[in-house]
Nanobody
């Protein structure tokens, strides 16, 4: 079992930055990811991170966020981060942390077993 708690969402102007955090408990040596869901839209992949060995990771990004967003993790804190820079109004969504991806790359919601409750990110123009 893995329990996930997101934090760090909020309201920011276009061009600004936010950092989301996902604190994990239980099994933590698993692939973790960020997804987002805007009103009336399907949940979409944002980024994922897979541990290869201590302090060495693979990262994968959706084309829409590549270069602007960075996913990272601190194993000793069992925490995954999503640094979001140059935010755009179209980034507005509820952002979800997911864990225990079953494949790599893992870009589908069905690839993940565990989910957090989500945190709202709103980018104003």
């Amino acid at each position: 079992q893995v329990q996930l708690v997101e934090s760090g969402g909020g309201l920011v102007q276009a061009g600004g930055s936010l950092r989301l955090s996902c604190a994990a408990s239980g099994r933590t040596d698993v692939t973790m990811a960020w997804f987002r869901q805007a009103p009336g839209k399907e949940r979409e992949f944002v980024a994922a991170i897979k541990s290869i060995r201590p302090n060495t990771y693979y990262a994968d990004y959706a084309d829409s966020v590549k270069v602007r967003f960075t996913v990272s993790r601190i194993s000793t804190k069992n925490t995954v981060y999503l640094q979001m820079n140059s935010l755009k109004p179209e980034d507005t969504a509820v952002y979800y942390c997911a864990a225990d991806g079953t494949t790599w790359p893992a870009r589908r919601p069905s690839d993940y077993l565990y989910w957090g409750q989500g945190t709202q990110v709103t980018v104003s123009s």
